[in-house]
């Protein structure tokens, strides 16, 4: 069974080393599943690769790349 490690879009923000924008973008996309909704909506950080950050100043190296994007399942019908 995978794991699961839910976060708010901020502290997803910081494992990927993009801006929280980029994740509520992802997540619309179909990229991230979103768990919740408004301000209680959270992100699995298992979902995605943490940035490479440095090892003394933790500055990002190289951010995470976009995920693909999820199929959607049958039963869910497109906006």
């Known amino acids: 069974m995978p794991s699961i ?3 708010t879009a901020a502290d997803m923000a910081y494992w ?4 929280v924008g980029t994740i509520w973008r992802w997540a619309s996309e179909g990229r991230l599943t979103v768990y919740g ?3 209680q909506a959270r992100y699995d950080l298992m979902e995605v690769e943490p ?3 440095d090892a003394d100043t933790f500055e990002i190296k190289s951010a ?4 693909p994007i999820k199929e959607r399942s049958p039963h869910v019908r497109a906006a």
């Open 5 to 7: 490690a839910l976060a």
């Open 16 to 19: 990927t080393g993009r801006p």
């Open 51 to 53: 940035a490479e950050r």
């Open 64 to 67: 995470t790349p976009a995920p």
């Open 37 to 39: 909704t408004g301000r």
